[in-house]
Each structure stands twice: as structure tokens, then as C-alpha cells.
């Protein structure tokens, strides 16, 4: 693949609170505000508060999940007395960030997230894009301590709706596991090093280093799979299988078990081998999610450089 250049990457901003009881992203961002921290040599940096209603009430949201509102329908709808705090709050954002798909945008939005999942590192990207899959292998050397993977959700830019789909090249980080409202040493850690890192991969794109081709694997979600259910009720009949849980991105096959029964039986996976990601999120229930599967699929990328006027 031939070499693709891009203009320096300038501008960062870091945002943490999209899900308010996601603590990493919370004490980040405190942290970056309260030693104002602006400025990384080429790089400017700004931390944001994405949803300071919900972060004051350590809960996901308040009336809409944030981070579901960055489509352009959602930034071009009109604003009325119905209107739920997040999407005036999503506009506030796309006004001061971007606007998304513009020339103005900021050049790298890193959003970041938590998940009672046992995902390890994972960077999540709308679409494919040079520049963060470098990145993305560039984090893969430098934190050997925790897996790092990637998850592609493959939106055209108008329909991806989470927040960081605002900047010219961006991506979310979801680490885990860690509980709702908990802030966990290990895994801040984690997310201070991959945010350093990856300001560390800036300064070095900026000054004119190249950055060679190469290969990830990411995964890409196939389907998502719901809990047993009462069909009366409605109501959950069953957990996660203890040989199930915490074995995210471990290869589900045909007759693992899935699901324990509150009476004691075993549900069984029947369907095509897949990997099985968001293993009892707890943001997922109220979405009928169990874990989504996925497959893994290998992306080839080019060299790339800075762009020289
Ligand atoms: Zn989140």
C-alpha cells in the first residue's frame, strides 16, 4: 500500500462523564482541568466534562443515553421544551468541538469509558481510519500489560452516534472491569497510559516521523444476544454462566455454556463460533443485551507521515 500522508494532528481533546458513573474518564478529566494541562509540546489539549448532570449524579445519564445522540439527525434537531437534557447538551458539544464532518472540528477526540465487562483495553472506532488503527497498534507496544483490542462498529459518519465521532479522527476507550460509580487505581492507570501514549504518538507524527504499514486485528459485532426471558413477565430467568463470564473476547463455541438458569439449568450456545464481547455490561440490561459476538476480522494499513505545505 502506498504511503498516505495527513496534516498535523494539533488539537486533542479528552472527554470523560459522557456515561456519568464511568469513573476513570470522570477523575481524568478533573485531574487534566485542575492542573491545566493545555499544552503537550506540538500538541493543544483539552479535557471536557461531557455530561456534568449525570456525573453529578453518578448515573449513566438523566433523560437520554449521551452518547447515542451524536447522529446528524439528532445535532440538527430542533430544540423545544421536550427536548432531553443530553441532545441540548450534544449540540452544546458538536458547537464547541466541531462541528462533526467540518473543517473546524478538533483533530483527535479520545472519549473515555468504563465497562463491568472484562474487556482489558479496548479502543472503538466508527470507521476505519489510518491514523487511529496506528495508533491503536502504537498502544498494543507500549501497554503490554493489559490486552489491547479494537472494536470496529463500521457507521457512516452520519449515523455514528456516540460523542467521539465529532473529531477528525477520534475513537472511545472502554476499560474494564470496574464497577459503576467505582474508581479503580489499575485500571486509571491503564487509561493515563494509553491517553500519554497516545499524545506521546502526536508529538512524534507532528515532528515528521514516518509510521510503518502493517495489519490489526479488530473485531466488528455480529449479533447481540438477550437473556432468557419469562415470556409472561418479560423478567430475566437467568445469569450469565460462570464459565461464560469474564471470558470476553474468548472464542464461543458450539455447546459452551451460556447462561445458568435461576432453577439450575444450563443454556448451551447452538450458533456459528464467534467471540463474545460486553459479557454482562450492566448499562446493557435495560438495552435486552446479554453480550454481543463477534468476528475478527484482519485490516491492512499504509505507511503514513505528516503532510508538508
Ligand atoms: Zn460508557
Redesign the pocket.
Known amino acids: 500500500m502506498e504511503q498516505v500522508s495527513f496534516p498535523p494532528l494539533s488539537s486533542v481533546v479528552i472527554c470523560g462523564g ?2 456519568g458513573n ?1 469513573m476513570t474518564g470522570v477523575y481524568l478529566v478533573r485531574e487534566m482541568q485542575k492542573q491545566k494541562v493545555d499544552k503537550v509540546g506540538s500538541v493543544s489539549i483539552n479535557a471536557v466534562m461531557s455530561n456534568p448532570r449525570a456525573v453529578e449524579a453518578c448515573t449513566r445519564y438523566t433523560e437520554t443515553d449521551l ?1 447515542r445522540c451524536f447522529t446528524d439527525a439528532l445535532l440538527s434537531s430542533p430544540i423545544t421544551d421536550s427536548t432531553p437534557y443530553e441532545v441540548r447538551r450534544a449540540q452544546e458539544l458538536n458547537a464547541q468541538l466541531g462541528p462533526k464532518g467540518s473543517n473546524k472540528a478538533v483533530d483527535m477526540l479520545i472519549d473515555l ?3 463491568t465487562s472484562n474487556m482489558g483495553l479496548c479502543l472503538i472506532f466508527d470507521s476505519i481510519d489510518y491514523v487511529t488503527l496506528h495508533i491503536f497498534k502504537y498502544l498494543q507496544s507500549k501497554i503490554p500489560s493489559v490486552p489491547v483490542r479494537s472494536l470496529l462498529l463500521e457507521k457512516p459518519p452520519s449515523e455514528a452516534y456516540s460523542l467521539d465521532s465529532v473529531g477528525k479522527h477520534s475513537f472511545s476507550i ?1 476499560v474494564g472491569p470496574q464497577p459503576n460509580g467505582v474508581v479503580r487505581a489499575d485500571i486509571f492507570n491503564i487509561v493515563k497510559e494509553a491517553v500519554d501514549h497516545t499524545i506521546g504518538f502526536l508529538q512524534e507524527f507532528n515532528r515528521g516521523g514516518t509510521f510503518e504499514g502493517g495489519e490489526v486485528e479488530a473485531f466488528t459485532v455480529v449479533k447481540s444476544v438477550d437473556y432468557p426471558r419469562d415470556p409472561m413477565t418479560g423478567e430475566i430467568t437467568a445469569a450469565i454462566h460462570p464459565q461464560l463470564q469474564d471470558n470476553d473476547f474468548k472464542l464461543l463455541k458450539r455447546g459452551d455454556p451460556m447462561f445458568l438458569s435461576f432453577t439450575g439449568e444450563t443454556v448451551k450456545y447452538e450458533g456459528e463460533e464467534l467471540y463474545p464481547l460486553f459479557v454482562n455490561e450492566c ?1 446493557y440490561y435495560e438495552k435486552k443485551i446479554a453480550f454481543h459476538l463477534a468476528q475478527k476480522l484482519t485490516h491492512k494499513f499504509p505507511s503514513i507521515r505528516v503532510k508538508k505545505d
Open positions: 459522557t456515561h464511568e452518547n469509558h468504563n465497562t472502554e448499562a
